[in-house]
């Protein structure tokens, strides 16, 4: 069963900030939360993973909440290549340890 | 370029005909794995493999076959296949235990198979 919870889609203005949900209220202490992205049936790439604190990098941002029960993905300003669907998966950290990949988000960024 | 590759990117065959999809990973990773993705069901695992010599099932092993003889190589075996295992399959890896990033999977182009 999947572990995270997230809207079947979303749309966002090009130049715009993209925020997209994930609940988690399950979330056991040693998981992460990973953030991966497939556009149009292409191999899903990394996007960016946190424990507890949030994260930035050269993609994106993740927060997640002090109970560590949501977080939310933040792609600051969507282009229209951020088109894809988008996977928020928990995972704990064992090196090997299966990825779970619910439906996702479906982000359209329109122009 | 550090890269996973596969072949075919796509394949029409016949049920019965036994077939390999190759995948291979340039970057020295010891952990592959198999996915294969349909409509409404996301991306589920067939098989993978801890190291050289070392596979287990994923979450939905029936029908396929891997084997891993070298760390760069990991194709997937269907002897038999049939129409419901008609779907886009993709390859990953991920980096050794203790190194930058071995928490990640690095996803290759994908597969799409059609079994008739």
């Known amino acids: 069963d999947a572990k995270t919870t997230q809207p079947t889609s979303m749309d966002c203005a090009e130049g715009r900030a993209a925020n997209l949900p994930c609940n988690h209220s399950?979330?056991?202490?040693?998981?992460?939360v990973y953030w991966y992205r497939q556009i149009h049936s292409q191999g899903p790439q990394y996007i960016i993973h946190g424990l507890k604190n949030n994260e930035t990098n050269e993609m994106a941002s993740l927060i997640i909440t002090e109970d560590r029960k949501s977080s939310t993905l933040i792609l600051p300003h969507a282009t229209l290549r951020d088109t894809a669907v988008y996977y928020c998966?928990?995972?704990?950290?064992?090196?090997?340890?299966?990825?779970?990949f619910g439906p996702g988000t479906r982000l359209s960024v329109l122009p | 370029e550090a890269q996973v590759t596969q072949n075919p990117r796509y394949l029409i065959t016949v049920t019965g005909k036994k077939l390999t999809v190759t995948c291979s990973q340039n970057?020295?990773?010891?952990?592959m794995s198999w996915y294969r993705q349909d409509p409404g069901l996301g991306l589920r695992q067939i098989y993978y493999?801890?190291?050289?010599?070392?596979?287990d099932k994923g979450d939905v092993p029936e029908g396929y076959k891997v084997s891993r003889k070298e760390k760069r190589n990991f194709p997937l075996i269907l002897e038999s296949p049939s129409p419901n295992q008609t779907s886009l399959y993709f390859c990953?890896?991920?980096?050794?235990?203790?190194?930058?990033?071995?928490?990640?999977?690095?996803f290759g182009p994908g597969t799409r198979l059609t079994v008739l």
């Open positions: 399950t979330i056991s202490g040693n998981e992460y």
């Open positions: 970057m020295n990773h010891e952990y």
């Open positions: 998966i928990v995972r704990g950290d064992n090196y090997g340890q299966n990825f779970v």
């Open positions: 493999s801890m190291n050289v010599e070392v596979t």
């Open positions: 990953a890896s991920s980096p050794p235990p203790g190194t930058r990033r071995d928490n990640e999977q690095f």
